[in-house]
């Protein structure tokens, strides 16, 4: 896992050749494969039991601690939402702008997207307290025909996420038929039935790729400001307040760009591995991890700007509120937190304007390994450093991070990482007809398109 | 219940000119009703077929059309069912409900586009079509629903094109 070869930006292999690696990959899963996916399920198991503790006795479980009553769970919410925006990215803005290198990289990226929101999804249930009445957050009437309050960004957050869901989800389906029909035209028995099943009558036939192609494209028309707008819509859950240190007018590009940056952070962390485990190799090349950086290297520098704009905002604005938010972020109790998201996304990823770095794989895995933490602290102390220092001085107090929250946010990386295996083996994690669609077919008299 | 076969022939093609300059023999005979199988979408036969373009936009623009009309039409009917007076805003605040007009619209524009493409896609009917798996990894085929007296001619064209194999069908 050091450096990485240096291949051609297009595929070499025969239409035949693409079709036999990717299938390559749903043969028997290896060791390290059966090995990742017993710790995900392991890792599951504790939120599971962290979470029937909390149904049992509350959520005084949680290190809630006034004012602090949004802490770990919203902080983890947060964090999965922007790990589902590189996928949708990828495989959506970079389809529009006809970007060659996401062919080999989006599948991956589109499942990983909707596993990270079903497991977003997981934590507004888990920090509501009473679980069983979630569904009051759906438009319907209670008892005295009270409808919900379309004003409150809560509500914006739930259509937005629902949204996001269901057409990532789309997205990813549609995007797999003609695979599955390649899987479904290669194996048999009672593999064959269930590829059948789902590929759903796909033949290929231009009458199907003729409304098949157009609709992709609207579809990816329609992701695209989608994308966008969802974290700007998380970020308005924080903004529409006037907590200081929430109240900004730059939080829904800042919030968009951490996203971003925090998914394909997570999209390097799990290609890396799984490119060996998986033996993809000739696939995904240094052409891949040298542009998925150089994303994360522009999402890191303005993270950076934002970063330093808002303590810019908060000394020129000349509110004392907000002055004293930023100074306790640097130099308050919760110190280490401000500085690691500091440390980890505005300076670590400035290490990648070296291209030896970014075609270095050992060095590329490790950096992702910072830009998860560090985007995982950045929605901590937005969310929970911020909220430790209200208007009120006489309240402040630094929230407690009990074992509850720690259950939880492990059982949220095996419930993400458990789907993303299972799926890794069940469908192709590299899109064989894209990869196709940029191999030229042979002619017979020889010469280009 | 097997479908009934249809009949014709069905090449398969190696070579990508070798299926173009195929299809544009069997149309210059007047064979419009032809089936082409490729493993990715392909413009040299996209630009032979001809066909015109899909009217998946129309779904596409009838849900995103609903969508936004129901995101404005739902939270607006809902906020004067039971007026609340919230945050000193007004009853029915449009530019809060944008956001949920937005959302919708791109729900249902997707929804629509994916009920379009599955639609569309089954008006042309390719039941009773031969099919051959390869076709959805190396080779590009090619039916023609022919009649029994076409066949010789229909085979014969096929087969100088550069097919690497033809065969009858329903015959």
Request: charged share 10%; hydrophobic share 50%; proline share 5%.
């Amino acid at each position: 896992m050091t450096a990485i070869v240096h291949q051609p930006h297009h595929p070499t292999q025969t239409h035949a050749e693409v079709t036999r690696d990717v299938l390559a990959t749903l043969s028997t899963p290896s060791r390290a494969y059966y090995m990742a996916l017993f710790g995900a399920v392991a890792m599951f198991l504790i939120g599971l039991f962290t979470f029937v503790m909390l149904l049992k006795e509350g959520l005084g479980l949680a290190g809630y601690t006034p004012p602090v009553m949004w802490s770990v769970y919203i902080t983890t919410f947060v964090f999965w939402i922007g790990i589902g925006h590189a996928g949708t990215l990828i495989s959506a803005i970079l389809f529009l702008f006809r970007s060659p290198w996401r062919t080999a990289v989006y599948r991956s990226t589109e499942a990983m997207t909707v596993f990270a929101v079903m497991t977003a999804a997981l934590f507004p249930i888990i920090h509501i307290g009473r679980q069983w009445i979630f569904y009051w957050l759906l438009p319907y009437p209670n008892e005295r025909w009270l409808w919900p309050n379309f004003k409150s960004p809560l509500i914006w957050d739930v259509f937005a996420i629902t949204t996001y869901f269901t057409v990532s989800t789309t997205f990813l389906i549609v995007g797999l038929v003609p695979d599955v029909a390649a899987v479904r035209d290669k194996v048999s028995g009672w593999r064959k039935t269930i590829y059948k099943l789902f590929s759903l009558g796909w033949t290929g036939a231009d009458s199907q790729w003729r409304h098949y192609s157009r609709g992709y494209l609207y579809l990816a028309a329609l992701a695209t400001p989608l994308v966008l707008s969802v974290h700007s819509v998380v970020s308005w859950d924080f903004a529409m307040s006037i907590i200081p240190g929430w109240h900004g007018t730059i939080f829904a590009p800042y919030f968009v760009a951490g996203a971003i940056y925090s998914g394909i952070g997570m999209v390097l962390t799990l290609l890396i591995p799984l490119r060996r485990v998986l033996k993809l190799e000739h696939m995904l090349t240094e052409y891949h991890f040298d542009n998925l950086a150089k994303l994360t290297l522009l999402t890191g520098s303005i993270l950076f700007y934002a970063y330093a704009m808002e303590y810019f905002v908060a000394w020129y604005s000349g509110n004392t509120f907000e002055q004293t938010t930023f100074w306790r972020r640097a130099f308050g109790p919760m110190w280490w937190a401000g500085w690691s998201m500091i440390i980890c996304n505005a300076f670590v990823s400035q290490l990648l304007w070296f291209r030896k770095i970014r075609t270095n794989l050992t060095s590329l895995f490790i950096i992702s390994i910072f830009v998860n933490l560090g985007m995982w602290f950045e929605r901590f102390v937005i969310i929970a450093s911020s909220l430790s220092n209200d208007y009120l001085p006489y309240a402040w107090q630094t929230p407690a991070v009990t074992w509850a929250d720690w259950g939880i946010l492990i059982g949220s990386f095996g419930w993400f990482g458990m789907y993303f295996l299972l799926f890794a083996r069940t469908f192709p994690v590299v899109a064989i007809q894209e990869i196709k669609e940029m191999i030229p077919y042979p002619r017979k008299h020889g010469g280009g398109h | 219940m097997a479908a009934k076969t249809v009949p014709g022939v069905l090449a398969s093609f190696a070579h990508v000119d070798a299926a173009v300059e195929a299809i544009s023999g069997l149309k210059a005979r007047g064979f419009r009703d032809l089936t082409v199988y490729t493993a990715s979408p392909n413009h040299e036969i996209e630009e032979v077929l001809d066909q015109p373009v899909s009217w998946v936009r129309l779904f596409t623009l009838i849900g995103g059309l609903t969508g936004v009309t129901a995101g404005f039409a739902m939270t607006i009917w809902m906020s004067n069912d039971w007026p609340l007076l919230v945050g000193g805003k007004p009853i029915a605040a449009i530019p809060p409900y944008v956001v949920l007009a937005f959302e919708l619209t791109i729900l249902y524009g997707s929804l629509c586009t994916v009920a379009g493409m599955i639609i569309l896609s089954l008006v042309k009917s390719l039941k009773g079509r031969p099919f051959h798996p390869r076709f959805s990894d190396d080779l590009i085929g090619v039916f023609v629903p022919c009649s029994a007296d076409q066949t010789p001619a229909v085979r014969e064209l096929l087969t100088t094109a550069g097919s690497e194999e033809v065969t009858v069908h329903g015959a």
